[in-house]
C-alpha cells in the first residue's frame, strides 16, 4: 500500500497560547509510521508530534501540530515518512489501479 497522510482539523476555535492545533491521521500499512511533517505556507517542514500507542501496527497514526497562529489565509501540506524510513511520494495519483498518492493539503483564512 502507498504510504499516506491527511490533515482532517486545522481547529481555530481551540487556540491557546497563540497557537491552533492541527489534527490528522497517516498510514502506510504493515510499514508503519515514523514520522509525519508539516508545512505551512511554503516554509519549512516541521515534525509533528504522534499520538501513541496505536491499536495495532496496522492501524491509522494520529497526529497533531501546534500552529503558531498569523492572520490571513494559509496552506497546510502534510507529509509521512513509514517505518523504513521512505518518504512519502509527491507526486498526485489518483486511487486506481495502485492507490492515491501526493501531498494532502487544506487552507484555511483566520
Known sequence: PQTVSVIDTVAADQVENGRIPVGGIAWAGDRGISKVELQV???PWEEATL???TLSPLTWVLLRYEWPRA???HTFRVRATDGTG???TSERNGPH???ATGYHQVTRHF
Open 86 to 88: 521512505q518518504l512519502q
Open 71 to 73: 492572520p490571513g489565509g
Open 97 to 99: 489501479p495502485d492507490g
Open 41 to 43: 505556507d511554503q516554509g
Open 51 to 53: 499520538l501513541t500507542p
